[in-house]
């Protein structure tokens, strides 16, 4: 019989059964096969070549209240802040002058100052034409998508977290729905927004089939970015207590991912670092060709604590560190935009 790495290599896709085995599997000889194809079909894409996108937190007020998310609206804990334009700008300054060619505001779910980076997201298209402006803000109204894409926006970051409506259910407040979610997802597409999607591995009650469902999404909805990480409790939210998932899994994920949608982009995730030393240029080497550094106000670091642990690296440092990491495994980085190629 064919092996099940040979059948994923060819098909792109395998049987729920299959995925299974591979998700559950154990035989380190299978997961080294593994992530060596995934890594093989990266570096056939993009080259030993990754792209930096530079992280802006600009906003930690958020109306959501995701029982797994440090700076949900319930937490009387966090700090809340929202960085002026000036700031904001300022640090896609420092990112540009660094070398980044992509800038991602991030920050929580928040449609009245997200009116506000409307004008934002004007002045740095006006001020740098040659970036791409990446948005990740949650669920908004649609008119406020399609006013942040005429803006200039280019891509959006909108995790699926998990694809099955129960366990949805069961990590968001009522109300929340991942139908809900997956029509922002078709919506943002719509407009022109390269989509990123994706999942947390390990999240509390999370089982094999929820992956599958995880993956079979992915593969039908084909989004430009996949960013997937593991869940890592923050002690502040009522999921504080669960065990924080696992890197190996998250690694396979990246693999498998790789293998299914060659073309995307999928960052090595800080989450992943926060779990795994080396945990960063693991991730690039299972298959992921996209590492973010974090270029928010040192002042604020810790008041955007989505998980316990998270690290407050600045993104110079953590450049020269990516720099040197890279290298020593006969990689570089592609200082370009990065935007989403098929090949
Ligand atoms: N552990 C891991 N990832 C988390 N996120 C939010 N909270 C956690 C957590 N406790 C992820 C979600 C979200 C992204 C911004 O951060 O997937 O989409």
């Known amino acids: ?20 085995v591979l998700l559950e599997s154990r035989d380190a000889s299978l997961a080294e096969d593994l992530r060596r194809a995934a890594q093989e079909t990266a570096v056939s894409r993009f080259g ?11 906003s930690n007020v958020c ?17 809340r802040y929202t960085l002026t334009a000036r700031e904001i700008l300022n640090n896609c300054s420092r990112a540009w002058d660094m070398g980044l060619r992509t800038f991602v505001l991030q920050g929580g779910e928040n449609p009245r100052g997200a009116e506000d980076l409307v004008e934002v997201v004007a002045q ?6 040659d970036v791409a402006i990446t948005l990740s803000l949650g669920e908004l109204p649609f008119d406020l998508y399609a006013r942040l894409r005429q803006a200039g926006a280019d891509r959006f970051l909108l995790r699926h977290e998990t694809a099955t409506p129960e366990h949805y259910a069961r990590l968001h407040p009522a109300g929340m729905t991942i139908e809900h979610r997956l029509g922002c997802l078709r919506e943002l597409r719509r407009l022109g927004f390269q989509t990123g999607m994706g999942m947390m591995v390990g999240s509390p009650w999370q089982t094999t089939e929820n992956l599958i469902a995880d993956l079979r999404l992915l593969e039908d909805f084909r989004p430009e970015m996949i960013g997937i990480g593991p869940f890592i409790p923050q002690k502040d939210t009522p999921l504080g207590e669960f065990p924080a998932g696992s890197p190996e899994l998250t690694l396979k994920l990246y693999s498998i991912v790789r293998l299914m949608l060659p073309d995307a982009l999928i960052p090595s995730t800080t989450a992943l670092s926060t779990q795994m030393a080396g945990g960063r240029l693991a991730g690039i080497l299972a298959g992921a060709n996209v590492i973010m550094p974090n270029f928010s106000p040192m002042d604020r670091r810790e008041d955007y604590s989505i998980y ?13 560190k990516i720099k040197e990491e890279l290298a020593a495994a006969g990689y570089s980085i592609n200082p370009v935009r990065g935007d989403y190629l098929q090949h």
């Open 48 to 58: 030993k070549q990754v792209y930096l996108r530079g992280l802006i937190e600009w």
């Open 308 to 320: 316990d642990g998270k690290p407050a690296a600045d993104g110079a440092e953590t450049l020269e």
């Open 1 to 20: 019989m064919e092996s099940l790495l040979n059948r994923l290599m060819r098909d792109r896709t395998l049987s729920d059964k299959d995925l299974r």
């Open 124 to 129: 740095i298209r006006a001020q740098w034409p």
């Open 63 to 79: 109306r959501n209240d995701c029982l797994y998310c440090g700076i949900r609206r319930s937490n009387g804990n966090v700090a």
